[in-house]
C-alpha cells in the first residue's frame, strides 16, 4: 500500500501529466518539448554531473572499503565508518549546501583561510560553488558514503579461498585480482555505480538549495516549471520532464537489478 | 549428484611418482598458541595419508603450512629432500582441494579446471583438452560449460579435484573437501577420491576430522592431539593396536572398564583377558573393549537391554549392568534385543588398551 500509494501513484501521474494537456485533451505537445534544446542540455548536465560524481565516489569508496578490509568488522575504526557512513550517505540537502556555504563559499571559513593565509583565491575565475561545477563536491560528500554502504558486503563476500586457490594453482597476487577478484566485483562495482548514478541524478533538495539562478539540471527544471512565473501553467512540462527522469531512473534501477541478481549468485 | 552415474574413467595422466615429503620439527604458534608442536610425519611415495584429530588438534594446520599458506616458526618441510619451507605456495607444484566450496564463480567449470594450466601458460587447445579429459576423469565430462552455482556440492568438489590434478601436481592435499556434503554424496566421492590416487599414485595428505572418512580413505593414519601426532598407523593398526587411550577412544567405539592387570592378563568382572600388550605393568587399569568384543551369551554378566539400534548391516545394542554400567555391543541384525529385555554377556576379545587408574576407581568394582 506504502509503495502503491508513494511511489506508483505518483509515477503515474507525472507519466499522465506529460501526455495531457490543461483541458486534460490527450496531447504529444509536452512530450515533444522534451526534444527542445533547453531541455535536452540541461538533460546533458544531469547526465554528466551524476556520471562524474558516480565514477569519483564509486572508485573513492571502493578504495576506503578495500583500506578497511584489515579492520575487525566489529572493532571501533569499521563501526565508526559505517556508522558514519550511514549518516553522511542521506546527509544531502540544506544541511549539506549550507556545510559548504560555511566552509567553501565566497566568504566561507576555508575560503577566507586559503585567502587571507595564502594568498589563493578559490573563486578567482568565478563563483563556480553556486553553478553546476559547484554541485560536484557537495555530491561527491554523499556519494562516496553510499559507496562504501552498498559495496562493501561484496568485498567481504570475497572468499579467502579463492585466493588461495590461485595461489595452490600457481597464480600470482596479479593474477587474482585481475582473473578472480575483479572480475567478481564487477557486477556489484558496476550496479552500485548505477545506484550511485541514480542517486544524483534524483537528487533535487542540495541543488535547490545551492544553485539560486538557472534551471541546470532536471530536477530544477521540473521546480521552474512548476513555480516560475515566466513559465507558469506548464505543469504539464514537468510531468514530461519527470517523465523523461522516470525513463532515465527506470533504465539504471533495471541495469542495477541486474547485475545485483548476478552478485548474489557469485556470493552464494 | 544423487543421479549423477559414476563413470570409472581413466586418470587423464600420471602424476609424477615418487614424491616424497616430510615434516621434521614443525612448530607453528598462533598468537603464543602452539597449533604444531614439533611436529613430525613422512609421507611415502604415492600414499595417502590422512592427518584425523578433534577441532583444534592442528591437522588442518599442518596441512596449511605443507601448501605454504602458513609460514612455520621453526622445523622444516622437504619435498623429495628439498627443503620448501621458504618457498611461495605458487612455487610448490601442489593441488589442493578445499572444504568449503572454492570453485571461481565467473568461470565455468572447465575455465575452473584450465586455470592452473593458464598460469602455466598452456595453449589454449591443450589446456582445453586437458580440462576436458580431467573432468572426465571425475566423471563429469558433460558440465564442462556449467557454472558453480548450476552445480550440486558433490559436482562443485568433484571440479575442485579436476582442477587441483589437471596441472599433474607433486602433491594433493584435501583439506575436509566431504564435511559439507550430505552422507550418501560423501560415501560416492570418497571412494571416487580414493580411486582416483591410487589410479594416479600421487602423494597426497587428507584432512579430516571423521573417523570413518579416514580409516576408509587412506594408507596409514596420523591421529593428531594437541599440535603433534599421538599415533601413526594403518588404519587396522590404529583400530586393533591404539597407542593410548585416547587413540583408542577416539577411532572407532569403545567400552572403557576398570580392571585389574596381574601377570600380562586383565581382570574384567571376573573373566580374564590377554592383553595385547604383555609388558603392561600390573595395577588397576582401565580397559577399552571394543563392541564387537563383547557378545550375548546364554550365561555370564546379567544385564538389561536399554536400546538398541540398526545400523544397516550390523546392529548395536547397549545395556546396563547390575552395578550400572553402560556397555556398547555390536552384533549381527537377526539378533534383535528388546529394550527391558534381561540377557547375560561375555567378553570375547582382548582389550585393545589400558590405562592406569587410581585405587579409588578399582574399589567401586564387584567382582
Not at chain 1, 21 to 43: M, Q, Y
Not at chain 1, 95 to 117: E, P
Request: proline share 5%; charged share 15%.
Amino acid at each position: 500500500m506504502y509503495v502503491l500509494l508513494f511511489l506508483a501513484v505518483p509515477t503515474l501521474i507525472a507519466i499522465g501529466t506529460g501526455f495531457f494537456d490543461n483541458t486534460g485533451a490527450f496531447t504529444l505537445v509536452t512530450v515533444a518539448a522534451l526534444g527542445d534544446p533547453v531541455v535536452l542540455t540541461t538533460f546533458f548536465n544531469s547526465f554528466w554531473l551524476s556520471a562524474l560524481t558516480a565514477v569519483v565516489g564509486a572508485v573513492v569508496g571502493a578504495a576506503v572499503c578495500y583500506a578497511l578490509l584489515g579492520a575487525r568488522p566489529d572493532g571501533p575504526l569499521r563501526t565508526t565508518i559505517d556508522s558514519l557512513s550511514g549518516v553522511l550517505a542521506q546527509f544531502g540537502g540544506v544541511m549539506l549546501a549550507f556545510a559548504f556555504v560555511a566552509t567553501i563559499g565566497i566568504q566561507g571559513m576555508v575560503t577566507l583561510y586559503l585567502r587571507d593565509t595564502f594568498g589563493l583565491d578559490i573563486f578567482e575565475n568565478g563563483v563556480w560553488l553556486y553553478s553546476t561545477t559547484g554541485l560536484i563536491l557537495p555530491y561527491i560528500y554523499f556519494q562516496v558514503p553510499l559507496m562504501i554502504i552498498t559495496f562493501m558486503p561484496a568485498l567481504q563476500a570475497l572468499k579467502p579461498q579463492w585466493a588461495e586457490a590461485n595461489a595452490t594453482l600457481g597464480g600470482s597476487t596479479a593474477s587474482y585480482w585481475f582473473r578472480i577478484a575483479f572480475p567478481v566485483l564487477a557486477p556489484s562495482f558496476i550496479g552500485s555505480l548505477l545506484l550511485l548514478f541514480a542517486n544524483a541524478f534524483s537528487s533535487y533538495a542540495t541543488a535547490a538549495a545551492l544553485v539560486s539562478q538557472g534551471s541546470q539540471i532536471v530536477p530544477l527544471q521540473i521546480r521552474a516549471a512548476l513555480t516560475s512565473e515566466t513559465l507558469l501553467g506548464r505543469e504539464n512540462l514537468a510531468g514530461a520532464l519527470a517523465l523523461g527522469m522516470i525513463v532515465v531512473m527506470a533504465v539504471v534501477m533495471l541495469g542495477y537489478s541486474a547485475l545485483q541478481s548476478r552478485a548474489a549468485r557469485w556470493q552464494q | 549428484m544423487n543421479s549423477q552415474k559414476l563413470k570409472v574413467q581413466q586418470p587423464t595422466a600420471p602424476t609424477r611418482p615418487g614424491t616424497v615429503v616430510e615434516f621434521v620439527g614443525v612448530v607453528k604458534e598462533f598468537s603464543g598458541m602452539r597449533a604444531l608442536d614439533g611436529f613430525n610425519l613422512s609421507l611415502h611415495a604415492g600414499e595417502c595419508v590422512a592427518l584425523l584429530g578433534p577441532s583444534g588438534s592442528g591437522k588442518t594446520t599442518a596441512l596449511r603450512v605443507l601448501a605454504g599458506l602458513e609460514s612455520t616458526d621453526a622445523g622444516s618441510i622437504t619435498i623429495d629432500g628439498i627443503d620448501v619451507s621458504a618457498l611461495a605456495t605458487s612455487k610448490r607444484d601442489m593441488g589442493m582441494v578445499f572444504q568449503s566450496y572454492s570453485l571461481f564463480p565467473h568461470l565455468s567449470a572447465g575455465e575452473n579446471v584450465e586455470f592452473g594450466l593458464r598460469m602455466r601458460k598452456i595453449k589454449p587447445a591443450e589446456r582445453r583438452r586437458r580440462a576436458a579429459a580431467s573432468l572426465a576423469m571425475v566423471g563429469l565430462d558433460d558440465h564442462f560449460d556449467r557454472f558453480a552455482h548450476q552445480l550440486s556440492g558433490g559436482q562443485q568438489q568433484r571440479v575442485a579435484l579436476a582442477r587441483a590434478l589437471v596441472t599433474e601436481p607433486r602433491v594433493l592435499l584435501l583439506d575436509e573437501p566431504l564435511s559439507a556434503l550430505d552422507a550418501k554424496v560423501r560415501v560416492q566421492l570418497r571412494d571416487e577420491i580414493r580411486r582416483i590416487q591410487t589410479e594416479l599414485g600421487i602423494t597426497t595428505l587428507f584432512v579430516t576430522h571423521d573417523q570413518d572418512e579416514a580409516l576408509a580413505i587412506a594408507d596409514r593414519v596420523a591421529v593428531m592431539r594437541a599440535g603433534n601426532i599421538e599415533q601413526v598407523g594403518t588404519p587396522e593398526e590404529l583400530y586393533s593396536r591404539p597407542a593410548t587411550p585416547f587413540i583408542a577412544d577416539f577411532v572407532g567405539l569403545s567400552n572403557r572398564i576398570d580392571g585389574l592387570v596381574r601377570s600380562a592378563w586383565a581382570e574384567v568382572y571376573g573373566t580374564s583377558l590377554a592383553l595385547i600388550d604383555p609388558s603392561t605393568p600390573d595395577g588397576p587399569v582401565t580397559v577399552s573393549i571394543r563392541p564387537e568384543d563383547i557378545e550375548f551369551a546364554a550365561e555370564g554378566l546379567a544385564a538389561t537391554v536399554v536400546a538398541s539400534s540398526f545400523l544397516g548391516s550390523l546392529r548395536r545394542t547397549t545395556v546396563r549392568l547390575g552395578d550400572g554400567t553402560i556397555l556398547f555391543l555390536q552384533h549381527g541384525v537377526r539378533v534383535h534385543p528388546r529394550a527391558g529385555e534381561s540377557v547375560y554377556v561375555i567378553f570375547t576379545g582382548a582389550p585393545v588398551s589400558t590405562e592406569p587408574v587410581g585405587p579409588a576407581s578399582v574399589a567401586q568394582q564387584q567382582y
